[in-house]
Nanobody, 124 residues
Framework: QVQLVESGGGLVQAGGSLRLSCTAS????????MGWFRQAPGKEREFVAV????????YYADSVKGRFTISRDNAKNTEYLQMNSLKPEDTAVYYC?????????????????WGQGTQVTVSS
């Protein structure tokens, strides 16, 4: 089992920045690719970014490319999502997820464990 806990969400003005964290406990964190997804009110959950188990590969949704950066610190069992130049359309609950694949993709079925989510609200 892997337990995931997100933190760092909050309210920010458009153009601002936030850094989300996801801390894992349980099985070896470094064995999992880690991703971020988000769900806006009334919408389906969507992929945001993923990082491979080693941190050497990253992949982003087009909507966040160039503004968001995913990273991980395997010594701290933590992954991060640095979000810059935030827009009102980035408002959502953000979820971290763990995949047993060494380099997972954007499909939810590839992820085995999920956090409870953290709210990010961007005001205009």
């Amino acid at each position: 089992q892997v337990q995931l806990v997100e933190s760092g969400g909050g309210l920010v003005q458009a153009g601002g920045s936030l850094r989300l964290s996801c801390t894992a406990s349980g099985r070896t964190f470094s064995s999992y690719a880690m991703g971020w997804f988000r769900q806006a009110p009334g919408k389906e959950r969507e992929f945001v970014a993923v990082i491979s188990w080693s941190g050497g590969l990253t992949y982003y949704a087009d909507s966040v490319k160039g503004r968001f950066t995913i990273s991980r610190d395997n010594a701290k069992n933590t992954e991060y999502l640095q979000m810059n130049s935030l827009k009102p359309e980035d408002t959502a609950v953000y979820y971290c997820a763990a995949s047993p694949l060494p380099a997972a993709g954007p499909r939810e079925y590839q992820y085995q464990y999920w956090g409870q989510g953290t709210q990010v609200t961007v005001s205009s």
